[in-house]
């Protein structure tokens, strides 16, 4: 009770978002990082880090949504692999997402924005996480982000 009555919060959300890892990761990218619903990778998909997601940014809240639009808001994402360990990005909010992809999110360096984009000006890609993570997720290991917006 206290839990639910706590995430419904007007100034931050959370989403928590389950995906498996895949044997053709690579998560090289220097710039992205993504999570998809898809349940198949090719090595050319060097941003992926983890596939058959149980959800994408469409199917995030309205209050999430809400809050991850306003410019200035943090958007903190731990990324979680069973047995592993954990690692922490920081990006931002920005008017310009629109939250309506239906089969991706992806976290950007840079300001771009489109529909599968979740935050802007990350401070880790890929490249940049740990790579105790990447070679567990390599294994198929399952792999959970934590999606947390406030402002």
């Known amino acids: ?42 090595k050319r998909g060097d941003c992926i880090v983890g596939v058959s997601a149980d959800k994408s940014l469409s199917d ?10 306003k410019d ?14 954990h690692d922490i990005v920081i990006a931002k909010g920005s008017q310009n997402l629109s939250y309506s992809d239906e089969t991706r999110i992806i976290v950007r ?15 880790k890609a890929a490249a940049d996480l740990d790579r105790t993570l990447i070679h567990g997720l390599k294994e198929g290991k399952e792999g959970v982000a934590v999606f947390i917006i406030y402002r």
């Open 109 to 123: 360096k840079s300001a771009y924005t489109s529909p599968n984009t979740a935050g802007i000006h990350a401070t």
């Open 60 to 69: 995030f809240s309205s209050v999430f949504k809400k809050l991850v639009r």
């Open 72 to 85: 200035g808001s943090t958007l903190v994402i731990v990324i979680a692999v069973k047995g592993v360990g």
């Open 1 to 42: 009770m206290v839990l639910s009555a706590l995430l419904k919060s007007n100034w931050f959300g959370v989403e928590v978002v389950k995906f498996k890892g895949h044997q053709n990761i690579q998560a090289t990218h220097p710039t992205t990082f993504e999570i998809t619903k898809e349940n198949y990778l090719t």
